[in-house]
């Protein structure tokens, strides 16, 4: 004979994991008010803010949820805007990644492919310049990009330790971003350039891509391999929204690989593939950081 106890107690469960189920089912079905995407144009500003808006507009036509872009000043500026919740995801660099990660619960979602799944920095002179190598940089003219960019500044500044030089030995100018920097040196502003490459041998490098005039530069150094960036959402986001944030991931790479013209999107969702990403990818990053022995800033 079952007790009313066991029965009462049975009931209960039932009752119990029945609210369960509704909850994550009502947790996985909740839908956000709109979504906000934060960049930071890392080489044509008015070319990357036109593209971010049309990639909005074709977002919110797919996931049917209205779509923001929020386009930041600086690197540091975005990590802000995803600590103080003004963003839901965002497209960082690798290094201003690992400084999201730390302040503002980023959490790593897709990477983007250009030519490999890395990208390399590179430091970059005039063709005719009398500049052969990192040492001889000193005294002279140079252009990074910004504090927190990888690729035009922090591992330039671990080669240029290396080498037995300080920043105080260079005359630095930050311009803000990678085409900027190309302009530069174009104009003679400045003796070097550091700046992004997306191939070892340096064919897809931004003194290509943004240069007026093709092959006026020579390279001086190219860094190891650093893991391209990545796109990022809030924790507490993804906490809240995970169906949300997976129709988001599915809908990039669906966008980057449906559209006839690989470059409509190119200068932010790079030009061949959005792959899968984790967090321990970017731990030469991090080694990187602890190299430099750099704070970074939030």
Known sequence: MISFSRMFGKAVFCVLATMAVCSVTQAADKTPAQLTIGMIPGGDPKKEAE??????????????????????????????????????????????????????????????VWQEPYYYSAIVVPAKSKIK???????????????????????PKVE??????????????????????IKALESNEVDA??????????????????????????????????????FCVRQDFYDEYPKVTHDMMFALIEILEQTADKN????????????????????????????LNIELKP
């Open 51 to 112: 593209q971010g808006m049309a990639l909005a507009r074709e977002l919110q036509a797919r996931l049917r949820i209205p779509v923001t872009m929020y386009i930041s000043k600086n690197y540091t500026g975005l990590v802000d805007a995803m600590k103080n919740k003004k963003v839901d995801f965002a497209f960082f660099s690798s290094s201003t990644f690992v400084l999201a990660e730390k302040q503002a619960q980023a959490k790593v979602l897709l990477k983007k």
């Open 133 to 155: 190598n990192v040492k001889d940089l000193k005294g002279k003219r140079i252009a990074f990009v910004d504090e927190q960019s990888s690729s035009g500044y922090l591992y």
């Open 160 to 181: 240029i330790h290396r080498q037995g030089l300080e920043e105080k030995d260079l005359k630095v100018q930050f311009t803000g971003n990678h085409q900027a920097s």
């Open 193 to 230: 350039a550091a700046v992004f490459s997306d191939d070892e041998q340096g064919k897809q490098g931004a003194w290509v891509k943004f240069a007026d005039t093709k092959n006026k530069f020579r390279v001086i150094w190219m860094s190891q391999p650093i893991p391209n960036d990545p």
């Open 264 to 291: 409509t999107y190119s200068e932010i969702l790079g030009s061949r593939d959005l792959m899968p990403a984790t967090s321990k990818q970017y731990d030469p990053v991090r080694e990187m950081v602890k190299a």
